[in-house]
C-alpha cells in the first residue's frame, strides 16, 4: 500500500506557474514509479508525465513537453511537478499516482491521490 497527498493547487493567470507536489508513504518510495495525471471538467483523466524509480527517465504527453516537468525527491519521499506557461485549457483536477509494482520502469498506477485542483483562468 501507498498514501499519496497532492498539494500546490491554486488559481493563476495564464502563463503563470505552479508546483504541485505529492507526499508518499507506506512504501519503499525509491521503488516505485510515479506519475501525474489530470482531468478537466466532462472529460477523461489523462496522462501528463512520469518519472522513473530511479530518476533517470521521465516521460510526458506532447502537451506539456518544454514547460512542465516532473521530479522526484526520494530523500523526502516527494514528488513534483513543475508547470510553467500555464494555458486556460490546462485547467484541472490533477492526480499523483504510484506504479503498482517496485522497481518497474513500465507506469502502471496501482494507488492514486485525492487530487488538487489547478484552475487557469484565461
Known amino acids: 500500500q501507498v498514501q499519496l497527498v497532492e498539494s500546490g493547487g491554486g488559481l493563476v493567470q495564464a502563463g503563470a506557474s505552479l508546483r504541485l507536489s505529492c507526499a508518499a508513504s507506506g512504501r519503499a518510495f525509491n521503488s516505485i514509479t510515479m506519475g501525474w495525471f489530470r482531468q478537466a471538467p466532462g472529460k477523461e483523466r489523462e496522462f501528463v508525465a512520469s518519472i522513473a524509480w530511479t530518476g533517470l527517465s521521465a516521460y510526458y504527453t506532447d502537451s506539456v513537453k518544454g514547460r512542465f516537468t516532473i521530479s522526484r525527491d526520494n530523500t523526502q519521499s516527494t514528488l513534483y511537478l513543475q508547470m510553467n506557461s500555464l494555458k486556460s485549457e490546462e485547467t484541472a483536477v490533477y492526480y499523483c499516482?504510484?506504479?503498482?509494482?517496485?522497481?518497474?520502469?513500465?507506469?502502471?498506477?496501482?494507488?492514486w491521490g485525492q487530487g488538487t485542483q489547478v484552475t487557469v483562468s484565461s
Open positions: 499516482a504510484a506504479n503498482q509494482k517496485d522497481y518497474s520502469n513500465i507506469f502502471e498506477p496501482g494507488y
